[in-house]
Nanobody, 126 residues
Framework: QVQLVESGGGLVQAGGSLRLSCAAS????????MGWFRQAPGKDREFVAG????????SYADSVKGRFTISRVNAKNTVYLQMNSLKPEDTAVYYC???????????????????WGQGTQVTVSS
């Protein structure tokens, strides 16, 4: 079992920045790919960014490329999402997730992820 806890969400004006953190605990000795997803009201949960165990492979949704950066520090069991140039369309609850089945490949579908955090709200005002 792996427990994930997100933090760093909040209210920010368009063009601003936020950094989200996700701390993992529990059975973290194995290798996991990690991902960030978001869900806006009335919308399906969508993939935002993902990173392999080593950090050597990353993947981003087209809507956030060039603005968001995912990273991880395995020694701290933590994954980050740096969000720059935020837009109102980025408003959503952001979730981090762990993919137990993949370590070197980033998968973008929610069904492939085994553990989820509670989510943190990001609101971008215009």
């Amino acid at each position: 079992q792996v427990q994930l806890v997100e933090s760093g969400g909040g209210l920010v004006q368009a063009g601003g920045s936020l950094r989200l953190s996700c701390a993992a605990s529990g059975r973290t000795f194995s290798s996991y790919a990690m991902g960030w997803f978001r869900q806006a009201p009335g919308k399906d949960r969508e993939f935002v960014a993902g990173i392999s165990w080593s950090g050597g492979s990353t993947s981003y949704a087209d809507s956030v490329k060039g603005r968001f950066t995912i990273s991880r520090v395995n020694a701290k069991n933590t994954v980050y999402l740096q969000m720059n140039s935020l837009k109102p369309e980025d408003t959503a609850v952001y979730y981090c997730a762990a993919d137990w089945s993949h370590s070197r490949v980033v998968v973008t579908t929610t069904s492939e992820y085994d553990y989820w955090g509670q989510g943190t709200q990001v609101t971008v005002s215009s």
